[in-house]
């Protein structure tokens, strides 16, 4: 069965204060990892895709890197309008399920 | 503009009752999906559809009910077997005709039973 863990759940940060999020999964052929952003009462905002591992993209102050077993979302120096929650997903090769894991909430404090 | 659009935003349902929750693209997107969530919780899959007039249950399909008739519709259906139903719910799609596969979200439905 296709898992995917997100730690820690909850990350308090003090502006310009970097720091990682973890993205642990267990899939049979990936055919894909996704990041999104999600502000309080919104739908998910795309961030990245990452096919295969030792891939890295960035955005802004956000850098995504994938190994065989995990995901890292890197948030370098953050700004309080960084403040979200952060979500991974995988999708496999065999048919489009996409599983999300539950989460990383994320305060920067001015 | 192309995107995803689910109506009603706010929705009350009274106990014993179906709603029914609309989503619309015109992203020319094949795969549709249909996502809970509860407060402080990630997203879990309820239904999802890859073509017209197909569809596969999810992970906590049970109380809930789809269609797939229009390629830019997938409405879902909350019935009243659904025990629990107060959550927010999330519609979205994506193509696989392209190396591109991410899932584009609307803005969410917020059901509450009174």
């Known amino acids: 069965e296709d898992q995917v863990t997100q730690s820690p759940e909850a990350l308090r940060l003090q502006e310009g204060e970097s720091s990682s999020l973890n993205c642990s999964y267990t899939?049979?052929?990936?055919?894909?990892l996704f990041w999104y952003r999600q502000d309080p009462g919104k739908g998910p905002e795309f961030l990245f895709t990452l096919y295969s591992a030792g891939e890295e993209k960035e955005k802004e102050r956000l850098k995504a890197t994938l190994t065989k077993k995990e995901s890292f979302l890197h948030i370098t120096a953050p700004k309080p309008e960084d403040s979200a929650t952060y979500l991974c997903?995988?999708?496999?090769?065999?048919?489009?399920?996409?599983?999300f894991g539950g989460g990383t909430r994320v305060l920067v404090k001015p | 503009d192309g995107g995803i659009t689910q109506s009603p935003k706010y929705l009350f349902r009274k106990e014993g009752q179906n709603v029914t929750l609309s989503c619309e693209q015109n992203?020319?997107?094949?795969?549709m999906y249909w996502y809970r969530q509860d407060p402080g919780q990630g997203l879990r899959l309820i239904y999802y559809s890859q073509i017209v007039n197909d569809f596969q249950k999810g992970d906590i399909a049970e109380g809930y009910s789809v269609s797939r008739e229009k390629k830019e519709s997938f409405p879902l259906t909350v019935t009243s077997a659904q025990k629990n139903p107060t959550a927010f719910y999330l519609c979205?799609?994506?193509?696989?005709?392209?190396?591109?596969?991410?899932?584009?979200f609307g803005q969410g439905t917020r059901l509450t039973v009174v």
């Open positions: 979205a799609s994506s193509t696989h005709r392209s190396a591109s596969t991410e899932a584009f």
């Open positions: 997903a995988v999708r496999k090769a065999a048919g489009n399920k996409l599983t």
């Open positions: 992203l020319n997107h094949d795969a």
């Open positions: 899939v049979s052929g990936l055919r894909g």
